[in-house]
């Protein structure tokens, strides 16, 4: 039986937290964009940004989260599960219902005063909004842990196969998980070829940097050739959407060429600029991607309902609510570690836990 490439590291690596800081600016900046795009019923500059992004967006966050879980998938089941799941599933219950007691008197207001009990109650079975990865991320971690001793490059082809097979149903779960599985399994079964690669470009800037500019304008010119309507479709879709054209880029085989050569990418731009001094800001966003991830819908939300109202260009108002997207977040956890205050917002308590070993680990660690 074949298992797969262990990631080299324990500690951290600096290029995989700025790897991880990359991809939760590109989060934050998508949903930022297409909020403010919606709001403002235009789109502007940045979204060519957000759309350039698409193929490698959320792959690259997979493939970073499947990196070093060689080091601890065959740890016993119940310490598994503990940090693997259930870490998860406290942040998810406790940030869905955060938000849902913002959202909640809108949604009665619109679809009445039972509505926002019923979309609460789905949201455990549909991924609700923003969060919806970290809904997926422990099915990724306990798949990949009872398929661990099958051969990689079967599980790889199947996982693939799901990508590249038009699955459109209707279930963000199902959809969701086809779509990005392989990126997962992807880290975590060539975490070492991938470790390798990263040395080798940071070794090799100027061959980095040549690659790259070969990647770029081939990944822009997938994603942009399209028909002028389906572009304008593309450019105001929404997150998750099933059904819609996106050119070039969302051809089978093509979507997982570009994912995957997208994430590598990403690996690389990270692996040129993760020793500079001036990138240690971006390093830690990445430690703290979670932070950010979990939080940034609130700053979002009301830095784009005061943006809107200042006359801007539908871009600049994009880039200026991910700015506070992003901010927020950080404003507020510096608030918490300074005060000792709702510390459970962003540190998973005792109380929370299945595993009798906690030692030091109750603090949150971003998406491993």
Same mark, same amino acid.
């Given at each position: ?32 964009? #297409? ?10 500059? @940045? ?15 997979? #493939? ?11 740890? /016993? ?27 909640? &008197? ?14 609460? @109650? ?23 842990? =009872? ?14 196969? =799901?990508?590249?097979? /038009? ?10 998980? $086809? ?11 060539? $975490? ?16 980095? #940097?040549?690659?790259?500019? =070969? ?6 010119? @997938? ?10 479709? @593309? ?16 051809? /089978? ?16 731009? $990270? ?27 609130? &700053? ?19 880039? #200026? ?7 927020? /977040? ?7 570690? =300074? ?30």
């Amino acid at each position: 039986m074949q298992t797969a490439n262990r990631a080299p590291f324990a500690d951290r690596v600096g290029w995989v937290d700025a790897a991880k800081g990359i991809c939760i600016i590109f989060v934050v900046m998508m949903h930022s964009t #297409l909020g403010v795009g919606k709001a403002m019923h235009d789109h502007g500059w @940045l979204h060519y940004v957000v759309e350039f992004a698409r193929p490698f967006r959320m792959p690259d966050f997979f #493939l970073i989260s499947g990196l070093f879980l060689g080091l601890v998938i065959d740890r /016993p089941w119940m310490r598994y599960l503990d940090r693997k799941v259930v870490h998860f599933v406290y942040f998810y219950v406790l940030w869905l219902t955060i938000q849902f007691a913002f959202k909640a &008197p809108g949604i009665a207001i619109e679809e009445g005063a039972a509505a926002p009990l019923h979309h609460y @109650l789905v949201a455990f079975v549909e991924p609700f909004g923003t969060l919806w990865f970290i809904y997926i991320l422990p099915i990724f971690f306990v798949l990949t842990r =009872l398929v661990k001793n099958l051969p990689v490059v079967l599980v790889f082809a199947a996982a693939a196969a =799901l990508e590249i097979l /038009p699955i459109e149903t209707g279930w963000m779960l199902a959809d969701e998980f $086809a779509s990005r599985f392989v990126y997962f399994f992807a880290g975590y079964a060539f $975490a070492a070829n991938i470790f390798r690669i990263a040395a080798w470009l940071q070794a090799r800037p100027v061959v980095a #940097l040549a690659i790259l500019a =070969l990647w770029a304008p081939v990944n822009g010119w @997938l994603v942009f050739t399209s028909t002028p309507a389906h572009l304008a479709h @593309l450019l105001t879709a929404e997150l998750g959407q099933s059904g819609a054209t996106h050119g070039l880029a969302e051809l /089978p085989f093509v979507s997982l060429a570009l994912g995957l050569a997208g994430a590598l990418a990403v690996v690389a731009i $990270a692996a040129l600029v993760a020793d500079r001094r001036w990138s240690r800001w971006l390093s830690w966003l990445g430690a703290h991607s979670i932070v950010i991830y979990l939080a940034f819908f609130l &700053p979002m939300a009301i830095s784009r309902a005061l943006l809107i109202r200042t006359g801007l260009d539908t871009g600049t108002i994009s880039a #200026l609510v991910t700015v506070a997207g992003i901010l927020g /977040p950080v404003m507020l956890y510096g608030l918490v570690q =300074l005060t000792g205050y709702g510390r459970f917002l962003f540190e998973r308590p005792a109380w929370a836990r299945i595993d009798a070993r906690r030692g030091g680990e109750g603090r949150m660690v971003a998406a491993e």
